[in-house]
Every structure is written in structure tokens, then in C-alpha cells.
């Protein structure tokens, strides 16, 4: 099987290559935010052939039950900056790029391996959504969930990635490390700390899950 992962930072691909280092599995950086995450998913697919696309990265956290270090994979992606309007027939939902779903999904079999690893950390399945806009505040934190009050994390990449895979029918995943959670937060000092002093190990789960498929 032939895996590949995305990532959208240099500090996300030293850690991850060295995860894999001397294994078969490719290991890319995209660049951050949307259009980047596009195009390298579809740079990915097009020279390497992936049978699988994972995404792995960090995000900023939401829900009582969720702390900095968790892990949530993408049960579902949406975008939270798109909206399309009143569509013809007045079904094209807020978060939902018209003619797309309503919000993304892996395979069944690849969510239910990421659910069942026995990890250090703790693993929630759930809803990512991603849009252009790095969450800095609380505010803009609650502008987001007020569209989304199941979301489990927000990021710059998953769902666009996402959708790239949906339109070639590659198999696709998102694994997102809690870095920071906005609503607990006033000036993104969670984020930096989480570089500056935890970020380390932080991506096994993603080691894991490519171990736990290749079986």
C-alpha cells in the first residue's frame, strides 16, 4: 500500500520525516492554508500514486472534553469561510461548496483503524472544519462554532485536501494534534507554547495509524 502524508509546515515535516525515515511512506509539505493544501494534495496524487492520503498537522481545539495533545481524526470536514449562497434549489448548505458534499468523509475502514488504536494519547472523532484564518482569539473562535457547535478542531488544510481526494477517489484521512484551544485562550500563547515545549512526539498517533493499515 502506498501512503502518503501532508503536511503544511516545516516544523510538522522534520518530525514526521523522521518518523518515517527508511520506510516507503512519502512525506510532503504543502504550504499553509487552502489553495496550498489543494495543490499538493493534487501534486501528491498526480507523481506518487497514493493509495491513501493522510493529513497531519496540528489545530485549535473545541469542546469541554478536549485538551491540548489530543489527537482528533476527521470523521467529517467541512469549511467554515465558504458559503455559496441560495443555491437553485435551495440546498447548498453554509460551510458546503456547491456541487460538493455538505461535508466530506472518509472510508468507513479507515476511520474505524483510527478509532481503535490502543494510543498514549487520547484519540476523539469528530468534525474538523478549515477556512483562512489562523484562530487567534476567542471571538472569531465563537463566530466559528456558532456554524459548526459540533466541530472538534478548526485548521487551515484538512477539508481542502479533502475535497481534492474526493475528486480523484483517493482514500482520505485527517489526523490533527490540539495545539491550542481558542476559547481558552487570549493571544495564542497555548499555540506557542505548544512548539516551544510539547510539540515533541506529538505526531505518533500518525506513525501508529500508518503501521496499524499497512498490517
Known amino acids: 500500500m502506498k501512503i502518503g502524508i501532508i503536511v503544511a509546515m ?15 511512506v512519502m512525506v510532503q509539505k504543502c504550504g499553509i492554508g487552502k489553495v496550498n493544501a489543494a495543490l ?3 501534486k501528491m496524487i498526480n507523481e506518487f500514486k497514493p493509495d491513501v492520503i493522510i493529513s497531519s498537522g496540528c489545530a485549535g481545539g473545541n469542546g469541554d472534553d478536549i485538551n491540548i495533545q489530543d489527537v482528533v481524526v476527521s470523521a467529517q470536514l467541512a469549511y467554515h469561510d465558504v458559503y455559496c449562497g441560495a443555491a437553485i ?3 447548498t448548505q453554509y460551510g458546503q461548496v456547491q456541487g ?3 461535508r466530506f468523509e472518509p472510508e468507513p475502514w479507515l476511520l474505524q483503524k483510527a478509532v481503535s488504536m490502543d494510543c498514549k494519547v487520547k ?3 469528530g468534525l474538523i472544519v478549515t477556512g ?15 456554524h459548526f457547535p459540533d466541530a472538534k478542531a478548526v485548521d487551515m488544510e484538512s477539508c481542502a485536501i479533502a475535497q481534492t481526494c474526493h475528486i480523484n477517489k483517493v482514500p482520505f484521512i485527517s489526523f ?4 491550542d484551544m481558542p476559547l481558552r485562550d487570549t493571544d495564542a500563547s497555548q499555540y506557542h507554547d ?5 510539540a515533541e512526539n506529538s505526531f505518533d498517533v500518525t506513525k501508529s495509524f500508518v503501521e496499524s493499515i499497512k498490517k
Request: glycine letters at 6%; proline letters at 2%.
Open 10 to 24: 516545516d516544523k510538522e515535516l522534520r518530525q514526521l520525516r523522521q518518523l518515517f525515515e527508511g520506510t516507503e
Open 40 to 42: 499538493g494534495a493534487q
Open 89 to 91: 434549489d435551495n440546498t
Open 100 to 102: 460538493m458534499p455538505v
Open 123 to 125: 484519540i476523539h472523532a
Open 132 to 146: 483562512d484564518w489562523f484562530v487567534d482569539s476567542r471571538d472569531k473562535m465563537r463566530e466559528i462554532i456558532g
Open 176 to 179: 490533527r494534534v490540539v495545539s
Open 194 to 198: 505548544f512548539w516551544n515545549m510539547v
